[in-house]
T-cell receptor, first 114, second 111 residues
Framework: SQTIHQWPATLVQPVGSPLSLECTVEGTSNPNLYWYRQAAGRGLQLLFYSVGIGQISSEVPQNLSASRPQDRQFILSSKKLLLSDSGFYLC?????????????FGDGTRLSIL | DAKTTQPNSMESNEEEPVHLPCNHSTISGTDYIHWYRQLPSQGPEYVIHGLTSNVNNRMASLAIAEDRKSSTLILHRATLRDAAVYYCILRDAVGGDKIIFGKGTRLHILP
């Protein structure tokens, strides 16, 4: 069966520090991968999605970036965190590029910026 | 992705059925209707999806209006564990590789 792993579960970082969040998927090949952010009390915002290795689409301009160095690995990064980067970060995967396929989410990383 | 409209919040008594409505008047012919739910401090969980016909699975039922401009997620017997935010989402054939989440409906279950 397919599984998705995100780590760390929680993270506290000072303003201006770098960030690296990792997401890996097991049990499937060539998944579509996604990064979402959810600010406190708000809905999910799509940040990046990828349909293959090295292919990244950005939905919202920001100081975050994403990379997909391997088929089932998706990394969210920042060189300098801002206070506004606080939130709940979620990675998700789906099969292929069909609207009938659901997305499966990880357990998320709760990021607090001090 | 086309927009959906859901009530901000709903309440239901435990062990009773719950009908969660969603309006999507601008739905196109190729849009699928998806439902997800998010429990507190967790990632969203896929619930059900459909195109034209009503759908049933172990979690819920999806009733789709004949004109497809609205749908209803039905939880047949609500439990306290069903308290969550429920999202109704449209996914089309062109933008099928991403989901745009709205604010959803916060469902409160009363014991």
């Amino acid at each position: 069966s397919q599984t998705i792993h995100q780590w760390p579960a929680t993270l506290v970082q000072p303003v201006g520090s770098p960030l690296s969040l990792e997401c890996t998927v097991e049990g499937t090949s060539n998944p579509n991968l996604y990064w979402y952010r959810q600010a406190a009390g708000r809905g999910l915002q799509l940040l990046f999605y990828s349909v293959g290795i090295g292919q990244i689409s950005s939905e919202v301009p920001q100081n975050l970036s994403a990379s997909r160095p391997q088929d089932r690995q998706f990394i969210l990064s920042s060189k300098k965190l801002l206070l506004s980067d606080s939130g709940f970060y979620l990675c998700a995967w789906s099969v292929g590029n069909s609207p009938g396929q659901p997305q499966h989410f990880g357990d998320g990383t709760r990021l607090s910026i001090l | 992705d086309a927009k959906t409209t859901q009530p901000n919040s709903m309440e239901s008594n435990e062990e009773e059925p719950v009908h969660l409505p969603c309006n999507h008047s601008t739905i196109s012919g190729t849009d699928y209707i998806h439902w997800y739910r998010q429990l507190p401090s967790q990632g969203p969980e896929y619930v059900i999806h459909g195109l034209t016909s009503n759908v049933n699975n172990r979690m819920a039922s999806l009733a789709i209006a004949e004109d497809r401009k609205s749908s209803t997620l039905i939880l047949h017997r609500a439990t306290l564990r069903d308290a969550a935010v429920y999202y109704c989402i449209l996914r089309d054939a062109v933008g099928g590789d991403k989901i745009i989440f709205g604010k959803g409906t916060r469902l409160h279950i009363l014991p």
